[in-house]
């Protein structure tokens, strides 16, 4: 048996990483599954590699809406250059710990200082539908109202500017008009829903199924159709 949480993701930036790799950060954009379930194992304090719990998540539905301000043909992306690991003291015990390195603890590849690239969505927002088991939904409002550690919406220097939690539904038709009742509320003009599974829109595939977190994560696919107005 299971009901629907639903949660309101608003901030200047956010990142919601997918198909990253060191040097260059992507961001969708919108939410994703592994983002989400990340979230809520913070609000947890879930450690570690919780195949219980993402177990009971894998094949339960997540509809995201997005909003923004302004109507726009996209979404506003900031490319954030970053250095990491420039200007350590590699003498320095403390610094030394900062400076990538290899797997077994020698000098990276071409020195320590490596040149990132990290994108971000600026002022967007979200309502984000979970279908949730009764058995832990209980326990899942709580959390999200009182986080055992800080939640972000991707990145952690992405922090949420409003109530994230916004409350248990019987049904996600519910959820539904919660969320838009907040958009209208705020001015917000709708973007686009994404929905899990085959519908009449533009069809994606995405290895953003968390089945195993920790230091060795594990992700599977699925397929989400993003409708738009």
Known sequence: MTTYLLMWLEAPLQSWGYDS?????????????????GLICCALGAAGEQLELLSTFSTLSQTVLSYTRQKRECEPMLCDFHMVGSA????????????????????????????????????????????????????????L?????????????????????????????QAYSMAMDIAEQKALKYQFKVMEGD??????????????????????????TIVYP
């Open 21 to 37: 790799k060191f040097n260059r950060r992507d961001t969708l954009n919108f939410p994703t599954k592994s983002g989400i379930l």
């Open 88 to 143: 350590y003291n590699e003498k320095n015990p403390w610094e030394s710990l900062l400076i990538p390195k290899t797997s077994d603890g020698k000098k990276s590849v071409g020195g320590g200082a490596k040149m990132t690239y990290r994108y971000y969505l600026q002022d967007m927002a979200f309502a984000v539908i979970v279908e949730v088991p009764v058995k832990i939904s209980t326990d899942l409002s709580e959390a």
């Open 199 to 224: 519908h009449n829109g533009d069809v994606m595939v995405l290895n953003d199924v968390p089945i195993q977190f920790g230091v060795h994560k594990k992700y599977r696919d699925r397929r989400v």
């Open 145 to 173: 109202q009182n986080p055992i550690w800080d939640l972000y919406l991707g990145r952690k220097n992405c922090a949420p500017t409003d109530f994230i939690y916004r409350g248990l539904f019987s049904s996600d038709s």
